[in-house]
């Protein structure tokens, strides 16, 4: 009786402590938002960093081109998907009137075939604009957070100097310097990999969502390229909230045959990247289920703001994969996981026992 009166007070210890680290989380949002953005962007440069330096290349001068690349590509990006903001911006309620216009056409097509609908109340509780203001003001909050480029661009700097040492450094704090935890290495690999892969997959699919637009005549394609870029770390529902935007435009713009044509593109160009290319390079065992992803957007959104969204697989994954790195905790690994990754968790499981 006594052991489970313990255990309980352990366990509400634990929650406790939980809630009181994510709440001072949330109040710390704004210096810990540009720490995160650092860390993904250094994990994701580490790789071509490593890759240079096998070609004989110093550390150091390899650092400044990766920042150099970033910084240029950086700008010209800026210009180019600030521009198209304020066009979008611009031209917003001339697209929000069209859409409402093309709604009402869909309610007499309905009519037509004994289909009532109540169009003012149906207008009302869908606003079919609401999905491209989303657009918008994710676009806007993301500019916001990267005020702070020079910030997160020093932290980037330094990260890519130290990261030789990381490893070396939490083995020693994990109390384990002769580095005989293989886990905490497998665990650092892990991260760095998906982040990476996934960091060159969003940027393929960026290019090619950005080419069909600009191909089929869509106003802004840079802006959507650039949503459906950020938009592919979120696996199952992220390329679904990138393309309503698009699709929404071409249907305004061009017709009904344009939006179909753009929303074959967002499906031909994920299921290519997501369902052959990315479980070609990234390997097994990082997929979690479409609730988990549905969950973590909420959870991560509300935590730390639109960066948080955007972040939240990312975020989740790192979670995962540091579960999976123990014997003790691979049972919750086993709950985010997909239905296909599970099987792939279990087996190391019985395994250890």
């Not at 980037?156 to 100097?161: A, E, P, Q, R, S």
């Not at 040492?165 to 005989?180: E, Q």
């Not at 990138?242 to 929404?248: E, H, K, M």
């Not at 972040?311 to 579960?323: C, D, E, N, R």
Request: glycine share 6%; charged share 10%; hydrophobic share 60%.
């Amino acid at each position: 009786m006594q052991f489970k009166s313990q255990r309980s007070v352990k366990i509400l210890l634990i929650m406790a402590s939980i809630v009181i680290i994510l709440a001072g989380v949330k109040a710390a949002s704004t210096i810990i938002v540009p720490f995160l953005l650092s860390i993904f962007i250094a994990m994701a440069c580490s790789p071509i960093v490593n890759w240079a330096n096998q070609y004989k290349l110093p550390r150091a001068i390899a650092v400044v081109l990766v920042i150099v690349i970033i910084v240029v590509f950086g700008l010209i990006m800026a210009a180019l998907v600030g521009q198209s903001m304020n066009e979008f911006s611009q031209n917003m309620p001339k697209y929000r009137e069209q859409l409402v216009g093309e709604f009402a056409w869909v309610v007499g097509q309905l009519d037509k075939v004994n289909i009532y609908v109540n169009k003012e109340a149906l207008i009302s509780y869908l606003d079919p604009g609401a999905a491209m203001n989303m657009a918008k003001n994710l676009l806007s909050s993301l500019g916001g957070v990267l005020t702070n480029f020079l910030l997160i661009l020093l932290i980037v700097v330094f990260m890519l100097f130290e990261a030789e040492s990381v490893p070396k450094k939490i083995h020693i704090a994990l109390d384990d310097p002769s580095m005989k935890m293989k886990q905490v290495d497998k665990f650092l690999v892990s991260v760095k990999n998906y982040l990476a892969i996934k960091t060159l997959v969003s940027i393929g699919t960026g290019l090619v969502i950005g080419i069909w637009l600009y191909v089929l005549g869509v106003d802004h394609y840079l802006l959507w390229a650039v949503l459906a870029f950020l938009f592919n770390y979120i696996p199952n529902i992220g390329s679904f909230i990138a393309a309503v935007p698009a699709v929404l435009l071409a249907f305004v713009q061009l017709g009904a045959a344009s939006a179909g044509f753009a929303a074959l593109g967002f499906v031909v160009s994920n299921m290519v990247m997501g369902n052959v290319i990315e479980p070609r390079y990234m390997g097994r065992g990082l997929g979690l289920s479409t609730l988990v992803v549905f969950l973590s957007l909420i959870f991560w959104g509300w935590l730390l703001g639109t960066v948080g969204m955007l972040l939240s697989v990312p975020l989740t994954m790192i979670v995962k994969i540091a579960l999976e790195s123990s014997p003790d905790t691979r049972w919750m690994a086993l709950l985010l996981a997909s239905e296909n990754d599970a099987s792939l968790i279990v087996v190391p499981l019985v395994e250890g026992e």
